[in-house]
């Protein structure tokens, strides 16, 4: 009776308070189980955890991520999220095309405006308007927008054949420079042509981007050819081409441009692959012709001696050098002021061409100077992308014969302002008072942008934002309701 009157006692509802008065007796009898008995069933053991931590509330470690539960983020993970993500920038199709474009353009406004200030007392100096020789700057910088334009939406082909007719009539006009009565000489050097008004012409500074085009069509062809194996054909005839130049440019006197050319020649065959006694015996040959060059003139030896010098000296020949620096080192952190420099009255020769940098440090400060120098790594940084993402021979020798070009003359230029060179008398890319200069510089940018564009990740991106294009691509990713959906 006993037995069925348990039974049915187990059927009625009775397991409930067996079940409490078990929970509330299992952390002692585990605790007892623990030290003398046997082990305690699994069923026994698994309550009395469950008693146990039910009177108090579990710890759970504390942690800084964004949900408040798992391991503690290290510190360094937002500074690595941020690497990351500027990777990840760094690397998209579109960034040399942008850095390019942009520094480019920086450049050349800033420079508009660092022309308009710098030049405006030596303007009244010679009895013209204040705005004289910013209005001829202004000129050319639309010209030259216009030749960016039109040589960043030029195809390959058509650069590849502009390169030997530019180069003809580059050698003809800087002939026709040597001619007496149609030469000009202006700081004594015979390297102008005279076009009528205020206008000039330098002909040499077309024929940096006459030598790289043509060269770079000319290591094109030999390369798919494979010819550029052999010496003969790595030299013959760029190097004879590239002396012929330099030797019409030393005509008149102008070592600067002739040192850019220089460095123009030995970038290109650094790129072809010249071999490095080859490439060495180029160097020794041309550091002896510079040696003699300037050995046997009074004013580039006396330019030589400038370098690191404190005081103008005795006859005044490191004027120029010396007060570069003081016009550096009185601008301070953000400079005096825009329009406020004390150099450019009379102190400081050529203050909007050669030395605009040091007028530019003067006005705007170490943040202005630093700000330049930043642009021209971008754009040096871009253009060098360029020439090494491509797998055409002459957009490789073209891109990479360029960017030599504005990162060589931009840190001749800046060196000789800071005293670490010697005063080559060539302008700052870009930035400089000067037609002849910006003119071809603007059209070079522009053939990198189209080279920047002819990569085929970059002309995928570029096609994707087309309106069109995007257009259909949204339709295709949005899905179809169905027609009873709202």
């Known amino acids: 009776m006993r037995a069925d009157e348990s039974s049915a006692a187990r059927g009625t509802g ?5 079940a409490a008065s078990s929970r509330a007796l299992a952390p002692p009898l585990l605790a007892s189980a623990r030290l003398v008995g046997p082990p305690a069933p699994a069923g026994l053991a698994l309550r ?10 579990p710890s759970v470690p504390r942690s800084r991520g964004h949900d408040g539960f798992g391991p503690r983020a290290p510190r360094s993970s937002g500074v690595r999220r941020m690497y990351e993500q500027a990777r990840r920038a760094w690397d998209r199709p579109l960034t040399a095309y942008y850095l390019i474009l942009g520094a480019g353009l920086l450049i050349t406004v800033l420079g508009l405006v660092m022309v308009y200030s710098a030049s405006m007392i030596k303007a009244l100096e010679l009895d013209k308007p204040g705005t004289y020789f910013f209005r001829k700057q202004f000129l050319a910088a639309v010209i030259g927008s216009a030749l960016l334009v039109i040589a960043s939406r030029m195809p390959v082909k058509l650069h590849r054949a502009l390169a030997y007719p530019l180069l003809m009539g580059t050698v003809f006009l800087m002939v026709l420079v040597q001619v007496p009565g149609i030469g000009m000489s202006v700081n004594g050097n015979q390297n102008w042509l005279y076009l009528g008004g205020p206008f000039q012409l ?5 024929g940096k981007l006459a030598l790289i085009l043509w060269s770079a069509d000319l290591l094109a062809r030999k390369q798919d050819k494979r010819l550029l194996t052999q010496w003969k054909h790595m030299l013959v005839p760029l190097v004879p081409v590239a002396f012929m130049l330099l030797g019409l440019i030393m005509l008149g006197g ?15 065959l650094w790129l072809a692959g010249a071999p490095t006694r080859l490439f060495a015996g180029v160097l020794a040959v041309a550091g002896v012709l510079a040696f003699l060059l300037i050995k046997t003139s009074p004013n580039r030896m006396s ?6 010098v404190s005081e103008p000296g005795p ?11 003081y016009a550096l080192a009185s601008g301070g952190w953000f400079g005096s002021g825009l329009g406020a420099s004390v150099e450019k009255w009379g102190q400081l020769p050529e203050p909007h061409t050669d030395f605009i940098f040091a007028i530019t440090g003067e006005e705007l400060g170490l943040a202005g100077t630093l700000s330049v120098l930043a642009l021209f790594a971008a754009l040096g940084y871009a253009g060098i992308r360029v020439a090494g993402r491509t797998e055409d021979p002459f957009v490789r020798y073209a891109a990479g014969g360029v960017t030599t070009w504005i ?6 230029n800046i060196g000789a302002v800071l005293g670490l060179l010697p005063i080559a008398g060539v302008p700052l890319p870009l930035f400089s008072y000067g037609g002849s200069a910006l003119l071809p510089t603007m059209f070079a940018v522009g053939l990198l942008i189209a080279f920047a564009r002819e990569e085929p990740a970059a002309k995928a991106a570029l096609a994707m934002r087309r309106p ?13 309701r169905p027609s009873g959906e709202r």
Request: positive net charge; charged residues 20%; hydrophobic residues 40%.
């Open 407 to 412: 990162t060589v003359q931009a840190v001749i």
């Open 48 to 57: 009395g955890r469950l008693a146990a931590g039910a009177g108090r509330r």
């Open 254 to 268: 102008d070592m600067g441009t002739a040192i850019i050319l220089t460095a123009i020649l030995f970038g290109l």
């Open 303 to 308: 330019r030589l001696s400038c370098m690191g």
């Open 468 to 480: 069109g294009v995007r257009w259909k691509t949204m339709r295709r990713r949005v899905k179809k």
């Open 315 to 325: 006859d005044g020949s490191c004027w120029q050098a010396v007060h570069g620096i």
């Open 202 to 206: 330098q002909p040499s500074e077309f």
């Open 14 to 18: 009775r397991p409930q308070a067996t």
